[in-house]
């Protein structure tokens, strides 16, 4: 497992660069006052969501239309991209009425897959150790995060979880910063956030949240992906070391 900083050489060169924060050196968690986490990707191995969405929803949908599974998918990924970084795009509902299925039933049939990620529940321990307002903000839609609560013992960890869909407003959106600023009344250059997701973590900068931290394997399943203008770590265990 590595700690990587995609040093000073980015942070110069890339007029892009949104990192405002200095190397892993002069980095510690346990300094800051609020520390907002998210669950997919970033505590919880994202293979569970890969494989429900790209395998046993186009499995169970190409079983009922009675089509070909491959067609089927290639249809699918169509509609996720078309709503990708949307609420809606998370939202069970929308998928339910869109597709025709029991996605709530697939759910509960497919969650013995959850797990947490290498190293999360470590990290968790440490942090929860500590005097710091732990908090999980999720794009996940609430009927997710109740399985995924139930299943991995997320209870243990967090006195509090917050759903975007409970704001309306996805994560990737600017406008539910502000109302989650509101609700948990954090000060956000003394706020660590980790997250998977680039246009999350843009939209974290943005804000104005002083530590960013990215993780780059949010999939045992897949290799760690490249995310140059963040300070980024393959998992959370790594920001023990
Ligand atoms: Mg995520």
């Not at 169509?78 to 996605?103: F, M, N, P, V």
Request: net charge negative.
């Amino acid at each position: 497992m590595r700690l990587e900083y995609r040093g000073e050489t980015a942070l110069h060169h890339d007029p892009v660069n949104r990192n405002k924060i200095g190397t892993f050196a002069d980095f510690d968690w346990r300094r800051h006052d609020t520390i907002l986490l998210d669950m997919d990707g970033t505590l919880l191995d994202l293979a569970y969501d890969n494989y429900f969405w790209l395998e046993l929803v186009p499995r169970h949908l190409a079983r009922i239309r009675r089509l070909p599974e491959h067609r089927v998918r290639a249809e699918l990924l169509q509609r996720y991209t078309a709503r990708k970084g949307s609420l809606a795009w998370y939202c069970l509902d929308h998928w339910e009425e869109e597709l025709g299925l029991d996605i709530r039933a697939l759910k509960s049939a497919s969650c013995h897959r959850v797990a947490f990620l290498p190293g999360a529940r470590e990290f968790l321990a440490a942090v929860v150790a500590h005097p710091v307002q732990v908090v999980l903000v999720t794009n996940a839609h609430g009927h997710t995060l109740d399985i995924k609560r139930d299943v991995t013992g997320l209870n243990r960890f967090f006195s509090r979880f917050v759903s975007s869909h409970d704001f309306g407003y996805a994560k990737e959106q600017a406008p539910f910063w502000p109302a989650l600023q509101a609700q948990l009344g954090f000060d956000p250059e003394n706020t660590l956030f980790i997250d998977d997701s680039p246009a999350v973590l843009d939209a974290a900068v943005d804000f104005g949240i002083g530590s960013v931290v990215a993780v780059t394997r949010p999939d045992t399943r897949l290799p760690a992906t490249e995310l140059p203008h963040h300070r980024v770590v393959e998992g959370v265990g790594n920001l023990l070391q």
